[in-house]
């Protein structure tokens, strides 16, 4: 059995590999808008959104991460999470790691490894994610304490409030500018077709074709009865990764 941090220290390697070889002039955006305790978006990040390594996307992928979602703004610039207190504190912890790690390969594990907890019922245990990947816990600590933290939360609430068209639930995925509504498990496909560069990934030419687009008048926002991919599937694709880097033995 793997352990989470063993994974997530895995995942972590892996990211770094990739970033040495991702560079393209012809990227295709990848904008992901969601809130930390949304069960879809916790979903969506750890079951759907890794396949941009998996499939070796990341390479035409510029993926950005917008944690605000359904929260409210008062006007007196204090917000309201849709989950409550705690998410208002983890969107701004990972706010503060996207602004304090901004490569993809720190920022990105680290958010990976709170929603992953989030998912299994014990984001309380946040924390233990500076551990597992050998992060420094201090500047996090004092970004997300201090009204920076809230200053990088309200750049995030006028970034998803000027969305066009506006986001109508979370996760709230966009690529090239075009939100992908209801059709959020087959962003892969989007993103193939959006690429129009020289060098796409062979995993573009194994995809299905685009669905037709069409926004559902109607969606239950963090709808719990998505069905979820199972954890086991994700261990055995980071476990796939580290052998494809020569780094099997790690796991």
Request: overall charge negative; some cysteine.
């Amino acid at each position: 059995m793997v352990s989470g941090s063993t994974l997530s220290l895995s995942l972590s390697l892996y990211l770094s590999f990739f970033s040495l070889f991702s560079q393209s002039d012809d990227k295709v955006s990848l904008e992901v808008y969601y809130e930390s305790l949304c069960p879809d978006s916790a979903n969506f990040i750890v079951n759907y959104l890794p396949q941009i390594f998996e499939k070796n996307l990341i390479s035409i992928v510029d993926l950005k991460l917008y944690p605000w979602g359904n929260t409210k703004l008062r006007p007196n610039a204090t917000f309201v999470c849709q989950h409550g207190a705690y998410e208002c504190l983890l969107d701004t912890v990972e706010a503060c790691a996207i602004d304090i790690w901004p490569e993809l390969s720190k920022h990105f594990t680290f958010i990976y490894c709170i929603e992953d907890l989030v998912h299994q019922h014990k984001y309380k245990e946040w924390e233990s994610c500076f551990e597992k990947l050998d992060l420094d816990p201090e500047p996090i600590n004092q970004c997300y304490t201090s009204e920076y933290g809230k200053k990088l939360e309200l750049q995030y609430a006028a970034e998803t409030d000027a969305l066009q068209p506006p986001h109508k639930f979370v996760p709230w995925v966009v690529v090239n500018g075009e939100p992908l509504y209801d059709d959020i498990e087959n962003f892969i496909s989007y993103i193939c077709e959006a690429y129009k560069g020289s060098e796409a990934p062979q995993s573009c030419a194994q995809v299905s074709n685009v669905r037709q687009v069409k926004a559902k008048p109607k969606h239950s926002v963090c709808n719990m009865e998505r069905e979820m991919s199972t954890w086991e599937k994700v261990r055995s694709t980071i476990t796939s990764w580290m052998h494809q880097i020569n780094l099997g033995g790690a796991i």
